[in-house]
């Protein structure tokens, strides 16, 4: 039981301070709480209600809960003041994931480990304070009325557990669940591809990549089969796509022709796109990506996919083209939770939302980062699905959100009436695409950096920055 669980956790982290080494106090900020403490915000009452955690009473802090913990939700829980809140982070994913870096694990140019940070290193308090939790599930529905979402356990890969539902109530809601990668409805595209969005899916990339390695240097294999395994098929040509097929040509040139010497004439790489690679970048940048993929290898198709089998593509010309990996970043959109919500949408199909970042047709409840967009009774043009937008909304939401805890509005139905002062502003800072080669290209807009040869010392300042 969820509750249990959160119990034993906490008694343990208590249980293992010695006390003439360490104050109780140093663990929890405060006096050690009591097992009524622990047990004060779950109801076990399961014949009557699903079990979970109750509405905040009097005496409690208010609780906010988030769901999803990519860009915007990590920012908001890391800057929200405790003080005035109990957290609950709702995610199928206890980590956040830098995803600027993430194509340089694939190849093994960075580790795993180094893009992930746990979320209870970004709150502390969801480790260490009773009323603050985070809860490895999928939100399955919201009960605006009632102020209560309905969660499922995430249990994939652990064959002896089966899913449970609980319910928590909240006081403010955030929805910060991102946006699913597109396929635009392409037969075989969710069967056959990989995509380049989480951990596991890097994981996968390097495991198939390397596998393919070993099995084309085993005797018997064809020529054509080889250049088939070692066939590398990225499709999207935006920033993912390209900077994937920037890593995956230093690999070929650095490590391949130098560990697998024997079928270092078989790999390559393949970039295909419908229009135009990096077509939110200068056309001057575009020219010089493409000069630069190609000088290190990389073949560029234009065509449009129309469908995907287990060992092909084909294109609308009815090109086919063999691959061994394949690699699927052709944008984000809407996912099946935000189009199952029943609240007005903005356009493309996100939650709709005002300027200061509120759902305006329900309470207490506010959407950040990829899943949603400005409504169009706003004046606003819906925000590009990018970090930079994510982690600033995150940061406005959670200074808002003191303002109204601070102002006495942190209760359910408590700030109707409150000032929510300045709205939302974004402003563009560029955007930044590596293409292999230490070398990358910066839109600035005003004016244009063409490469950056220390660019791995830029990117992990970076990191370090927003993370």
């Not at 209560?148 to 557990?161: M, Y």
């Not at 130098?258 to 970039?271: E, G, N, S």
């Not at 073949?299 to 089998?309: H, M, N, P, S, T």
Request: net charge positive.
């Amino acid at each position: 039981m969820p509750w249990f669980r959160n119990f034993i956790q906490l008694s343990a982290a208590y249980a293992k301070q010695s006390p003439p080494l360490r104050k109780p106090e140093v663990v929890f900020g405060h006096a050690p709480p009591s097992l009524a403490q622990l047990l004060r915000h779950f109801s076990t009452d399961t014949q009557k209600k699903s079990p979970g955690l109750e509405p905040t009473k009097g005496d409690e802090k208010p609780r906010v809960v988030v769901l999803g913990s990519g860009w915007a939700g990590c920012r908001l829980i890391k800057d929200i003041d405790t003080n005035y809140y109990d957290i609950v982070c709702i995610s199928p994913r206890n980590h956040m994931v830098f995803t600027p870096l993430l194509a340089s694990t694939c190849v093994g140019t960075l580790e795993f480990r180094s893009v992930a940070e746990p979320i209870g290193r970004i709150q502390p308090a969801i480790s260490r304070e009773p009323g603050s939790y985070f809860f490895l599930a999928n939100c399955k529905g919201v009960d605006f009325q009632n102020h209560q979402i309905h969660c499922q356990t995430v249990t994939e890969g652990a064959a002896t557990l089966d899913p449970w539902n609980f319910n928590v109530s909240y006081d403010k809601l955030v929805i910060a669940s991102g946006a699913e990668a597109s396929t635009f409805g392409i037969k075989g595209a969710t069967e056959h591809a990989t995509f380049l969005r989480e951990v596991h899916h890097a994981q996968e990339i390097r495991r198939k990549l390397l596998l393919n390695l070993m099995l084309s240097d085993v005797p018997g294999v064809s020529d054509e089969e080889k250049r088939r395994l070692l066939h590398c098929v990225v499709v999207g040509g935006g920033p993912t796509g390209v900077e994937f097929s920037g890593e995956l040509s230093d690999f070929i040139q650095k490590d391949v022709h130098q560990r697998y010497a024997h079928v270092k004439d078989y790999i390559h790489v393949t970039l295909v796109e419908a229009n135009e690679i990096l077509s939110s970048f200068d056309d001057r940048l575009r020219k010089y990506a493409i000069k630069q993929l190609t000088k290190s290898g990389v073949r560029l198709v234009r065509g449009i996919v129309k469908d995907v089998q287990s060992d092909k593509i084909i294109l609308s010309d009815d090109t086919n083209i063999p691959y061994g990996v394949l690699v699927w970043s052709t944008g984000v959109g809407p996912s099946t939770f935000v189009n199952g919500l029943g609240i007005p949408k903005s356009p493309g199909g996100r939650i709709g939302i005002d300027e200061w970042l509120r759902v305006p047709s329900v309470q207490d409840v506010f959407a950040i980062g990829d899943c949603s967009g400005f409504l169009e009774s706003t004046g606003k043009p819906v925000l590009p699905a990018l970090a930079q937008v994510a982690e600033r909304q995150g940061k406005y939401l959670a200074k808002l959100l003191n303002h109204i805890g601070k102002a006495g509005g942190g209760r359910a139905d408590a700030a109707k009436a409150l000032d929510f002062g300045d709205q939302f502003v974004y402003k563009h800072l560029g955007s930044m695409a590596t293409v292999g080669s230490f070398k990358a290209l910066v839109d600035l807009r005003q004016s244009k950096v063409i490469s950056y040869t220390f660019l791995g010392i830029l990117r992990s300042r970076i990191h370090c920055g927003l993370a």
